[in-house]
């Protein structure tokens, strides 16, 4: 009984000024654990290497689950019914939430693609529980301190957590941060936007939607731009998506800054929630059939598109993306449209035809100087228009299998130096074949 129990055993301690950081050490450390990351780390596992996934939040996913992104972009060839174009862990997504009911596919559409919507939980629990069964060493809540390298090799990254720091070394890195942050630290060129702004999204998912009601996308941008400013809208062409069924409705309705600066970062994450609550009341009130009686499910983080890039040993350009440009040393494709969020108010969108694929080359994988790093998603090099053509979860996972095939053939070389037939070989998958 608790009466009989002792609670005056706690023990007083202070801080010793002395104290060491914990270490880890493995074949390759995987920096960020959104999309491209888990795939860079569940790939180099399969490989048979020891591998430790980081991330600077307290669960693993990154914006994919907790921007609440919705939608897995640039997975299948263009056309009403193109074929799946990147495999990997994608097969293993789409079949184990498939399985749960936890997806949705459009079709055609304004991207002449197929969407496919998915439960953010049922891809949260999915991600954990894989890397959890393949033995991954996982490492959250740490922010990237100091990168320590021997020329162009990266020995030793120092992370701070609120349990204490920790060192991780390895063989190999993946910069999968999508600010370049372990490129950018380990002291590597990097690029960043010089024609202005670049705007994310504060995502908010509505539940208690009534379907039926709901506005097709041509009405609501139009009513949009009639009267978005009575409600202070600045973006004028976003778009709510209905999960049929469900009652419940994915809104991508704003623009808001996404600096580097900390504070500026820290109060536009509080000013996209403001402006996300401006867009439900334009919903409410101008829809009221379909969104009168729903409420918030969730605000997502703030979503980030394009912040800070590798400088690469090759630099994509929106003339490969719009000639479909197949690289020597193609690791990834999609035929995703370009799809520049450059303004506050509308978004460049540039769509193609059925026939369409744009290539992704290593070389934009490999920062510029840097022996042992391959950085994967939002922050390799391209111009801004290919850039967003090339972010999206399709390329993105085939780019974290690249990452982690290309480490594997450099081992203690260099991936400046690996064989590149080796390593098209092992991607095929992602690359060849018709769409």
């Known amino acids: 009984m ?39 780390a569940l790939e180099a596992a399969q490989l048979g290497r020891t591998v430790v996934l980081v991330d600077s939040l307290p669960a693993l996913g990154g914006q994919a689950v907790h921007s609440i992104i919705g939608t897995f972009c640039g997975l299948f060839a263009n056309g009403y019914r193109g074929r799946q174009i990147t495999h990997g862990i994608a097969d293993g997504i789409l079949h184990d939430l498939g399985a749960q009911d936890a997806l949705h596919y459009l079709r055609g559409g304004p991207s002449n693609t197929t969407v496919v919507m998915y439960d953010e939980i049922a891809l949260s629990r999915w991600i ?100 978005g400013d009575r409600y202070g809208l600045i973006r004028r062409d976003g778009f709510s998506f209905v999960v049929p069924g469900r009652g419940i409705s994915l809104i991508n309705m704003n ?66 993306v719009r000639a479909g440009t197949r690289f020597p040393d193609a690791v990834a494709r999609t035929g995703w449209p370009i799809e520049l969020h450059d303004r506050p108010d509308s978004t460049a969108w540039e769509p193609f035809g059925d026939d369409h694929l744009h290539y992704i080359p290593f070389g934009a994988l490999v920062p510029d100087e840097a022996d042992n790093i391959v950085a994967v998603g939002r922050c390799i090099d391209g111009d801004s228009a290919a850039l967003s053509s090339v972010r999206v979860m399709g390329p993105c996972i085939a780019m974290g ?25 092992r991607v095929s998958s992602n690359v060849d074949g018709a769409g």
């Open 128 to 227: 954990e529980e894989t890397i959890r069964k393949a033995g991954i060493i996982v490492l959250l809540g740490a922010m990237l301190r100091r990168v320590m390298r021997d020329g162009g090799r990266v020995r030793t990254i120092e992370f701070a957590t609120r349990y204490g720091d920790v060192t991780t070394s390895a063989e190999g890195f993946v910069d999968a941060t999508g600010d370049a942050a372990l490129t950018w630290e380990a002291g590597f060129a990097c690029r960043e936007n010089a024609n202005g702004v670049l705007y994310g999204t504060q995502m908010v998912v509505l539940e208690g939607v009534d379907e039926a009601s709901h506005p097709p996308r041509p009405e609501m941008i139009a009513r949009m731009k009639e009267k």
């Open 2 to 40: 608790a009466a009989n129990r002792d609670f005056s055993t706690a023990t007083r301690i202070v801080r010793s000024t002395g104290r060491s950081a914990r270490s880890a050490a493995a074949d390759i450390c995987v920096v960020g654990a959104g999309i491209a990351g888990v795939s860079a």
């Open 401 to 425: 299998a690249a990452a982690a095939h290309a480490l594997d053939l450099a081992g203690s070389g260099s991936v400046r130096q690996i064989d590149i037939a080796a390593l098209r070989k």
């Open 255 to 320: 623009h808001v800054e996404t600096p580097l600066e900390p504070f500026a970062a820290s109060r536009n994450a509080l000013l996209g929630k403001a402006m996300a609550d401006d867009v439900i009341r334009f919903l409410k009130a101008e829809y009221p059939d379909a969104f009168a009686n729903a409420r918030v499910r969730a605000y997502g983080f703030p979503g980030i598109r394009q912040t800070r890039w590798i400088k690469g040993r090759q630099h994509l350009t929106v003339d490969d």
